[in-house]
């Protein structure tokens, strides 16, 4: 946990980013019935069923002191789909930065060892070179700020069912789009400092020899 709280405890740095990573399944979600239009004095009205289209798996991006956000939905959550990504982020998103100082969870796929299933071996290991991996401790999600940023996604643009991936992709990326121009950062406050007094359960406690 320390070791994340450290992290966001850096300055500002363009050379060195801090970015956080997060992905979430998505369910798309279709109509059974048309809904019924909105009139005056009354909301539009969907029916409670629904029809199952599969699911999708979207990822986040998000440079909390930079305020740059990034987006994508992908069929499926296997290493190769990570491993673009990560590709993605360091070649598009930061070509000109040292380091990628990346924080995410410790899920199976998030591992270097993703990025040798999809690249030949010497651009795999160019990739894994320009990253500093910091992973959030089991349990400690709420560390990520990516989790965060998809929980606001979430709120303001997930609120209806969306059946099909083309149409969410379009949503996303529209969003997205609001997010960079407003240039949205995230002061992060919680420091080491405060959580070994809040979370002073969470340390072992040490007695001095009599």
């Known amino acids: 946990m320390e070791d994340i709280l450290d992290v966001y405890e850096l300055p500002y740095d363009e050379k060195y980013p801090v970015v956080c990573m997060d992905e979430k399944p998505y369910q798309l979600l279709g109509e059974a019935r048309e809904p019924l239009p909105m009139i005056p004095g009354s909301s539009r009205k969907t029916d409670s069923e629904y029809v199952r289209n599969g699911t999708v798996s979207i990822f986040a991006f998000v440079e909390p002191l930079g305020g740059v956000h990034h987006v994508s939905v992908r069929e499926h959550r296997a290493a190769v789909d990570w491993a673009e990504e990560i590709r993605y982020l360091a070649d598009i998103m930061y070509p000109d930065a040292e380091k990628i100082i990346l924080v995410m969870d410790n899920l199976n796929t998030h591992k270097p060892a993703s990025l ?56 996303l990326s529209v969003w997205e789009a609001k997010r960079n121009t407003a240039a949205a950062k995230v002061n992060w406050q919680f420091r080491t400092s405060d959580a070994r007094i809040k979370l002073s359960s969470l340390y072992p406690v040490f007695t001095t020899a009599s």
């Open 116 to 171: 040798y299933k999809r690249y030949p071996p010497e651009e795999a290991r160019r990739i894994i070179k320009k990253l500093e991996i910091h992973y959030t401790p089991k349990h400690g999600s709420w560390l990520d700020i990516a989790e965060i940023e998809l929980n606001v996604m979430t709120r303001q643009c997930l609120s209806r069912r969306i059946a099909e991936i083309g149409l969410l992709r379009k949503e």
